[in-house]
Each structure stands twice: as C-alpha cells, then as structure tokens.
C-alpha cells in the first residue's frame, strides 16, 4: 500500500513529509538523551534484517499465494517505539530509492502511514497495555494480532485520506475505503499472526532479545507522546501553508474542495494562449485571494449542473501534435549526449 | 524469484552509482534538491493536464544521458514497479465519462485524460527517483542528508543498514534457497516453516550486530564514522540548480507544448 508521487498533490505531500521528518528529528533527540551506542549497528542490522526477511515467503494460508512480512510492528517489539519509526523510515527511504517503491514526494506519507501507527499506537497504546512481565505467549499473540492490524487499518486510512484530499482519484470516499480496509484486515490479521509466531519463537530461543531490549525500558510515557503528536500536527499546518504557494498556481484537491465550500460558479472557458489564461488567472486571484481557478476548463467539480466545457478540438489537436513534437526533440537530446559521449570515448 | 531479481537490481543500481560522469560528481545535495523539486513541480499540475507535463521529460532523460545510465535498467523498473497508482488510477476512465476532448473526431472521457496524466506523471516521478540513486551512491546521499542537517543517528543507521543490506539479503537469500530445496511444491512453505526460518535469521541478525559492535569498540568508535569523500558546492553545482530550476518554471508557466502544436498545425494547413 505505498503511496505513489502521482496520487498526491504537493500541499498533501509536503504536510506528510513535514510530520514525518518532524517526527525523525524528534526521535532522534529521544534516542540521543539516552543513548546507548550499542543501539546504532543494531537497529541497521535490523534494518536490513527487513530486507532479508522479505526474501524468505509464505504461503498465505487459504489462498495459496505467497506473501512476506512488512515487518513494523515487529521492530516497535524488538527495538522500542524511537528507534524502530527511525528504522522503519529508513527501509521505506531504501525501498523508495532502489525499488522505486511510491517515490520521493509520497516517502513523506510513506513513512507516516507504516511508520507512526506501530510506533506511536500499535506498540505503546496496545501492545505494552496489553503485554506485561513476564505475559503467557497467548497474551503475547493476541497483543501482536490486535496492534498490526489496528496499525494497518490507521495505515490504510491514511491512504485514503491522502489521496482523497490530493484529488486526484475519481473514487468515492465510500468506495475506496470499502476496497481498502477489508484486504488491509486480511493483510494485518496474517502480519499479525507471523508477527506473534516470531515474537514467540525467538523468546524461546533468545529471551533476552524480546524481553530485555530498550523497548521494553523505554516505553514512551504518555505525556512525551502528546507532546509529540502536538509538534507533529503543528509542523503539517505550517509546511501545508507554506506549501500552498505551489497549489496556487494550479489547482489541486484541495481547491477543489474550498470551490465546492464556496460553490463558486463554473465559467466554461476555451483553452487558449497563455496571455488569455494569465490575464483570466489573474482575475481569479482577486477574487479568492491565493488560490486561482481552473485555468484549463472547468474540469474539478465532480457533481454539479456546470456545463461541461467545450473544448475546441483544434486546440486538443494541436496538444497532441505539440507533445509528439517535444518527446521526440527531448529523446533527440538524450542520444545526442549519449552520441557525444561515445565519439569522445572513441579519441 | 521476483526477489532473487530485485537483489539483484540493488547491487546493479549500487554499480552504476559509481560511475564517474558529469552527473556523478555533482553535489548530492543538489541532486536531491534538484529532483525534489521537479517532482513538487511535475504533481503540481492539475489532473486534467497532459501535454504541458511533457517538457519535464527532459530531467529524467538528461540525468540519464548525462549520467550514461542504460535505458533499460530504469525502463524495466519502472514498468514492472509499484502498481498502486496504476491500480488506483484505473477507475477514473470507469467513474468520469464526461467527454473532454475529441481529437479528430474520436470522444475521449475526461477519466481517461486523467488516467493518462497519472500514468505520466507516475513514469516522470518514479524514473527521477531512481535515476537520482543511480546518480548517486547511497554513502554520497546519506553525505547529503547529514549536511542537510538530519540527526546524525538517524543517518548513521542508515549506513549501517545499506551496509549490511548486501550481507543479509544473501543469508536471506540462501535459506530460502535451502528450503526451496529441500521442499516440494507448495510444501515447506507453510507459516510454521516461515515464522521459524525468520526468527533463527533475525537472531543472527541481532548477534551479527552484537559482533559488529564489539569489532567497532575494538577499533576506537565513539559515535561517529568519518567519510572519506567529502563534496563541496561548487560554481557547476550552482549552475546545475539555477538551469534545472529556472528551466522548471519556464515550462510551468509557458505552454511550450501547445505553441509548437499550433504552429506545427498552422504550417501544414
């Protein structure tokens, strides 16, 4: 369920990316505090233990596909709520860049829905209210079943929220969540179980890795996590305004939402040079200070009498033409250099 | 096997970031910028819009010309990568069947002019994302992200993690090799087997990393790993940037697609 660049407007992605890496920073200052060293090549090798984890699949019981685990709660388990966000954002930045997982605006978001629900809810709200001294291995599974896949479903949430609010998908709020929720219940109940067979299995091997590591030490008292939330949800605010600069040259969801707040009227207007639109834009700046209409149509209302607009299929052929026109120049560009290259090699 | 190949692709991608070409020796911190930057600017457009995307082709294809990147190495990720926005995407020609444009005399739904700038801006962000890595080594981006000011533990573990990625991924890869052979069919691979497999790795894990700790102290570690390669801004990094950047708003504000198409259409008329 990775986010991708193309779901998101930069307004969402840059409040993701702002409560994120707010949140690196703010766990990095934790671990700092009482910092232990030996903490650094272990919470890499877990890190990397992720990665080598998910080389070793499954078969998902009942369906006879094969799956392998995400891996977050676990580090929460292993590692303590700080190091383990820090681990987790850390897998999703080597997923984002080698695999191309999402990409590099959607990490924000990326690290927020896997990253703070195990950490900060799934690990400190459920798993250690649940999980004692000394707790029986039953206790252990049902506290691991119900924290991934509440973890999961906060995590799929988000998906949709982000993608909704980026407006770029024409699914219904109800839809989409009807389509994601229930495969992530599935998702989390098998994440779980694995999850809770391992925490099981290596206290049976290795007692001191589930029992005695920082975690269980330094499980965040309440008072730290709202602050923590606090600073979070101050920093999104901040970056969503400043971000909004980008959003007021082009419209984006979240216009879309404020027209529809406002329920500005649609002007159906052709497509045409740009002096028209800048001069068009313009007048629409005055009216909704920072935030411009449309320039291309009227295209972001879903619902509503508008009128379509009617777009002059000169002007769309001339789009295509157009863009034929420059891929080809830019692919042009590209074996150029590449030619350059070669001939240079050659003397 | 699926995983067996992106291994595999790691450790390639890993190669080609050590190349040593215009684009390699750029800052990283410019690169990282610089293509965070375009792609802020490439989801900025609205989800109607197509042909102004296509300008911003030229990023990619410079940083992969520039950088002598084979084209299929990124090609072939990115079309078999990541089908979430695909996946996501493809209800909008069902859902929007409004009529948006018909060129030469052919309806197209407004769903499928949007699917189509998803997909667009899909390949544009996705392929900056990982020409920027084979651009880049991984110890130069982790340079950057700790001059860039990130907490120094956070970079440090993820060092640590590239590090032994390679390592582990061959542990990882290996016993589930030895399963494979040793299983038949869909047996061996129940979670029983799965759930007992990964915990003796991830109990390796952590005594490798115990290891690797006392070997540290043995060498003098306090915190801190020094890097040999040190990059230093530039006039040619500062070029970069203002080109790429001021290039970028050009072709937001200017509609350089729709221009040549019209006088392109005009001359053959």
Redesign the interface.
């Known amino acids: 369920m990775h986010m991708a660049d193309a779901l998101l407007s930069p307004v969402v992605g840059g409040a993701m990316w702002a409560g994120s890496l707010g949140t690196i920073i703010y766990c990095a200052k934790q671990l700092k505090e009482q910092m232990d060293e030996k903490l650094i090549p272990l919470m890499g090798v877990l890190g990397a233990f992720i990665f080598a984890g998910q080389m070793i699949n499954f078969t998902i019981p009942m369906t006879g596909s094969s799956g392998h685990i995400g891996g977050g709660m676990l580090l929460a388990i292993l590692l303590g709520p700080y190091p383990a966000f820090l681990v987790i954002a850390s897998v999703l930045i080597v997923q984002a860049l080698f695999f191309a997982d999402g990409g590099l605006l959607a990490l924000g978001a990326n690290i927020w829905n896997l990253g703070i629900y195990p950490a900060f809810i799934g690990y400190p709200l459920i798993y250690r209210a649940i999980v004692k001294q000394n707790a029986s291995n039953k206790v252990i599974t049902i506290a691991s079943v119900l924290s991934v896949v509440i973890g999961l479903q906060l995590g799929a949430l988000s998906v949709v929220l982000e993608t909704k609010l980026s407006g770029i998908t024409e699914l219904p709020f109800s839809t989409f969540l009807l389509m994601m929720q229930p495969i992530h219940l599935a998702i989390g109940l098998i994440e779980g179980f694995a999850t809770a067979g391992i925490v099981v299995y290596v206290r049976s091997l290795r007692p001191d890795i589930v029992d005695n590591l920082e975690g269980v030490k330094s499980a965040s008292s309440g008072g730290s996590l709202k602050k923590l939330l606090i600073i979070m949800a101050i920093l999104a605010v901040i970056t969503g305004g400043a971000f909004s600069w980008f959003a007021s040259t082009h419209p984006d969801g979240l216009e879309w939402s404020i027209e529809k707040i406002y329920g500005k009227p649609e002007v159906p207007e052709k497509q045409n040079p740009v002096t028209e639109n800048l001069a068009k834009l313009q007048e629409k700046t005055a009216i909704l200070p920072g935030y411009s209409l449309p320039v291309k149509g009227a295209e972001n209302t879903e619902s509503g009498p508008s009128p379509w607009p009617a777009v002059d299929p000169g002007t769309s052929l001339s789009g295509i033409v157009g863009s034929f026109m420059v891929l080809a120049v830019i692919i042009l560009f590209g074996i150029g250099i590449k030619f350059m290259r070669r001939q240079k090699a050659k003397m | 096997m699926k ?2 190949t ?2 595999f ?2 450790g390639y ?1 890993d190669t080609l970031s050590y190349k040593d070409t215009f684009v390699h020796r750029l800052d990283p911190r410019i690169k990282i910028t610089v ?2 930057i375009f ?2 600017f ?10 102004a995307l ?2 911003f ?2 990023y990619p ?2 940083l ?3 950088g ?1 990147i084979p084209f299929r190495a990124i090609f072939k ?2 079309l078999f ?2 089908p ?2 695909v996946f ?2 493809i ?2 020609p ?3 069947t ?8 052919i309806p197209v739904s ?2 499928w002019v ?1 699917f189509l700038s ?2 667009v ?2 390949v544009l ?2 392929s ?3 020409l ?2 084979a651009v880049t080594s ?1 110890p130069g ?1 982790c340079e950057a992200l700790e001059r860039m000011k ?5 970079v ?10 390679f ?3 061959d ?3 290996r ?2 090799r030895a ?1 494979d052979a040793r299983s038949f069919g ?1 047996k061996g ?15 390796r ?2 005594e ?3 290891r ?2 006392q070997a ?1 102290l043995s060498r003098g ?1 306090r ?1 801190e790993i020094r890097v040999l390669k040190h990059h230093t801004l530039g006039l040619f990094d500062i070029l970069f940037a203002v080109t790429a950047v001021a290039f970028f708003f050009l072709i ?11 006088t ?2 005009r001359y053959i008329r």
């Open positions: 995983f067996e992106e291994f692709n790691i991608l293509s965070f792609i802020l490439v989801v900025s457009f609205p989800k109607y819009e197509l042909s296509i300008p082709f030229l294809v410079f992969l010309a520039a002598n990720k990115v990568v990541s979430f926005a996501i995407g209800f909008n069902l859902l929007d409004r009529v948006l444009l018909t060129p030469f005399g407004g769903g949007s998803i997909l801006k899909f962000t996705v900056t994302a990982l920027l890595i991984f981006i990130l907490p120094k533990v956070f440090l573990q993820l060092l640590f993690l590239y590090r032994y990625l390592v582990l991924l542990v990882g890869l016993m589930s399963r869909k691979k129940e979670i029983k087997t799965f759930i007992k497999l990964i915990s003796v790795l991830l109990v894990s952590v490798r990393a115990e690797i700790y540290m570690f915190g937001k504000k200017v509609h350089i697609v729709n221009f040549v198409g019209e392109v259409s």
